[in-house]
């Protein structure tokens, strides 16, 4: 079993900047990669960045690529999510999650079996 809690979500302006935290717990995490998801009112989850905890690759999204950066610390067992420049259509609640997809790039919601309980954010303009 893997548990992962998120926080460091809340309220912002266009433009600004937030930094998402994702605790990892459990005997066997270091086995996965860990991604961020994000669902908006009325749409599908959808992938957004994701590391691996092995060799911490990472891979993004077009859509946040040089906007969003993933990075993990190893001594606090914690993947972080940095977000600057955010955009009104960047509110969503944010999930990070635990599991083995092919490869970063190709991640799915289904590749994932851990996830955390979702921390809000909200842009405004």
């Known amino acids: 079993q893997v548990q992962l809690v998120e926080s460091g979500g809340g309220l912002v302006q266009a433009g600004g900047s937030l930094r998402l935290s994702c605790a990892v717990s459990g005997r066997t995490f270091r086995r996965y990669a860990v991604g961020w998801f994000r669902q908006a009112p009325g749409k599908e989850r959808e992938f957004v960045v994701a590391i691996t905890w092995s060799g911490g690759s990472t891979y993004a999204t077009d859509s946040v690529r040089g906007r969003f950066t993933i990075s993990k610390d190893n001594a606090k067992n914690t993947v972080y999510l940095q977000m600057n420049s955010l955009k009104p259509e960047d509110t969503a609640v944010y999930y990070c999650?635990?599991?083995?997809?092919?490869?970063?790039?190709?991640?799915?919601?289904?590749?994932?079996?851990?996830w955390g309980q979702g921390t809000q954010v909200t842009v405004f303009a």
């Open positions: 999650a635990a599991g083995s997809p092919s490869g970063l790039e190709s991640s799915r919601r289904t590749d994932y079996d851990y």
